[in-house]
């Protein structure tokens, strides 16, 4: 039996999948929720879909990567940045 190759998304990249994707938001009302640019969003769906794209292509195990610092916080957007005070989630 082989050994299943893995695929790991960041907490962030899978938010913005989940928000974008799954719950039908825009990219700007995404970035509002997650506490991050439009740009940031547009640039974290393509680093999730381009991931996600491969694993299902050539049968690899998705991870959803934690930090350390996450893993505590693991709720929906708890990877917003936390050192800019005023952006706050809805």
């Not at 934690?66 to 693991?74: D, F, G, I, M, T």
Request: proline share 1%.
């Amino acid at each position: 039996m082989r050994e299943i190759e893995t695929v790991a998304i960041a907490l962030d990249e899978f938010e913005a999948v989940r928000l974008c994707d799954h719950e039908g938001l825009d990219q700007e009302e995404a970035g509002r929720r997650m506490g991050v640019s439009r740009g940031t969003v547009q640039r974290l769906l393509y680093g999730a879909r381009k991931q996600l794209v491969d694993a299902v292509l050539y049968q690899k195990a998705i991870l959803i990567n934690l930090r350390e610092s996450e893993v505590k916080n693991a709720g929906m957007h708890s990877h917003q940045r936390r050192d800019r005070p005023g952006r706050q989630c809805s």
